[in-house]
């Protein structure tokens, strides 16, 4: 996975305790900032996730979809098989 450097300017303690952790971990002071981030990115709250932007971006006939989402996926799949 391609990584991108971005300078961040931290806090004294910030950096003592990024320090103590990669040495106890024996990783990277990178590493564990990557990982800081991926916890707080599975921690955002679900209207601040980006990825719900894709929500409503498309249309469908189908009125309940956002309902009955696992029926509509196993039709079309049934569909598939069908055809093979």
Do not use: W
Not at 47 to 63: N, Q, T, Y
Not at 73 to 82: A, M
Request: hydrophobic share 35%; net charge neutral.
């Amino acid at each position: 996975m391609k990584k991108n450097v971005i300078p961040i300017y931290l806090e004294d303690r910030q950096e003592r305790i990024l320090r103590k952790l990669s040495e106890s971990e024996g990783t990277s002071i990178s590493s564990v900032v990557r990982k800081a981030v991926d916890l707080m990115i599975q921690h955002l709250p679900v209207d601040k996730d980006p990825a719900l932007r894709i929500v409503g971006l498309g249309s469908s006939r189908k009125k309940d979809l956002g309902v009955r989402h696992d029926e509509a996926i196993i039709q079309e799949l049934e569909k598939e098989f069908r055809e093979d």
